[in-house]
Nanobody, 127 residues
Framework: QVQVVESGGGSVQAGGSLRLSCVAS???????MGWFRQAPGKEREGVAT????????YYAASVKGRVTISQESAEKTLYLQMDSLKPEDSAMYYCATERTSGWRRQCSLFAHTYTIWGQGTQVTVSS
């Protein structure tokens, strides 16, 4: 079963940038993968997802234009480049994927769709 491990979180000032990485234990071909976040007292929400077969990407309205999700299949790695960070972006960020690979028409931004999760990496943005 695939496992994922996130890294790259940290503390930055508003307007700054961070790049999160998610390394998978196996091949990530042909599956939905994504980044999600959860702030204290709030539900986990989708940030961005990608279908690794063709690189189709999906973004939450709150981050569109400020974040970019990408993959490096050979390195079994998913990235989230975050720019123009705001204090409201502060949260624990999680990488997630599906248990099986296959054809997907699109990749959901709903957390319940995904069954494999990493431990998370903290992002803190100060004003």
């Amino acid at each position: 079963q695939v496992q994922v491990v996130e890294s790259g979180g940290g503390s930055v000032q508003a307007g700054g940038s961070l790049r999160l990485s998610c390394v998978a234990s196996t091949d990530i071909h042909s599956r939905c993968m994504g980044w999600f976040r959860q702030a204290p007292g709030k539900e986990r929400e989708g940030v961005a997802t990608i279908y690794t077969f063709d690189g189709s990407t999906y973004y939450a309205a709150s981050v569109k234009g400020r974040v970019t999700i990408s993959q490096e299949s050979a390195e079994k790695t998913l990235y989230l480049q975050m720019d123009s960070l705001k204090p409201e972006d502060s949260a624990m960020y999680y990488c997630a994927t599906e248990r099986t690979s296959g054809w997907r028409r699109q990749c959901s931004l709903f957390a319940h769709t995904y069954t494999i999760w990493g431990q998370g990496t903290q992002v803190t943005v100060s004003s």
